[in-house]
């Protein structure tokens, strides 16, 4: 959030000193010192946590860690008892969901909240429908508009869905949380937060997740990931951090550690 100045060369005489000012990368998020408390339960204790631009965290801990609590403060849902969030270097109060959203954060949680009975597409834009004037007077939903712009987003993450006519309900797991992530894509997010993506999916339905996720990156959007297969997180990840009991216990690169490595942090031995 600060700058560093770097005096390049101090003059003498009539020559004036000369500086320059070096940002430091300032992180995409940065929460700092987040507490929740759920009466005398502390969920998150003194919690720093941060993500820079394009970059894939994964948020690692055992059930009642405190993962779900952090990602909820950050989506907006949970207001923080403690602490501080900036968003690209900014002070702000993430005080609902719609306001994490316009300030650039898309939660995709586990059970994706899909209308099976609707189409692709109109999932893809639910309470947000494109729509078109007729005679200046009519608004009608823009359906053409939005299968295009549907197929753009499955396009662009290299999802193989032919058409977005057809009912949610036909899709398979992976598919369905192909879909889901496209629906986010198209809202410009700049924060992915994903809730356990990959669990009750085959080993071909989590690999196409994790490419999707491998290309949310390569387009210069961030994610965070919580999940419970250390493998799936380990092969997609730059960093790992760890919460234990509401505390955060590990924050590390994920090149170099093992599995091993990883579950010693987690349960603590």
Same mark, same amino acid.
């Given at each position: ?9 101090? $003059? ?17 998020? !940065?929460? #700092? ?27 690692? $801990? ?27 270097? #900014? ?8 306001? =994490? ?24 834009? &639910?309470?947000? !429908?494109i729509k078109k004037r007729y005679l200046g &007077? ?48 198209l809202t410009d997010a700049k924060l992915f ?5 990959? =669990?009750?999916? $085959? #080993?071909? !339905? ?20 919580? =999940? ?19 505390? &955060? ?21």
């Amino acid at each position: 959030m600060l700058s560093t100045i770097s005096i390049l060369e101090i $003059g003498s005489g009539k020559t004036q000193p000369e500086a320059k000012v070096e940002l430091k990368r300032v992180p995409l998020l !940065e929460a #700092v010192n987040i507490s929740k408390n759920f009466g005398s339960v502390r969920a998150l204790d003194g919690v720093n946590f941060s993500v820079h631009h394009q970059e894939i965290v994964g948020l690692l $801990g055992d059930n009642g860690a405190g993962k779900s609590t952090l990602v909820k403060v950050i989506s907006g849902v949970h207001p923080p008892d403690g602490g501080e969030i900036f968003m690209e270097g #900014v002070k702000t109060k993430l005080s609902s969901p719609a306001l =994490a959203r316009r300030m650039g954060i898309e939660t995709i949680y586990q059970d994706l909240a899909l209308v099976d009975d609707l189409s692709i597409y109109r999932n893809m834009f &639910l309470a947000r !429908e494109i729509k078109k004037r007729y005679l200046g &007077l009519f608004n009608f939903l823009d359906d053409k508009r939005m299968q295009k712009e549907a197929l753009n987003g499955l396009d662009s993450l290299k999802i193989g869905i032919s058409t977005v006519r057809d009912p949610v309900r036909y899709l398979s797991g992976g598919q369905r949380q192909s879909v889901s992530t496209a629906r986010a894509i198209l809202t410009d997010a700049k924060l992915f937060l994903m809730d356990e993506p990959t =669990a009750a999916l $085959g #080993v071909a !339905e989590s690999r196409q997740v994790l490419k999707i996720i491998r290309e949310l990156k390569d387009k210069g959007r961030s994610v965070v990931v919580i =999940a419970h297969n250390i493998r799936h997180i380990m092969s997609i990840c730059d960093r790992l951090v760890i919460l234990r009991r509401g505390k &955060l216990v590990g924050d590390m690169p994920a090149k170099g550690l093992t599995v091993d490595d990883v579950e010693e942090v987690i349960i603590g031995s």
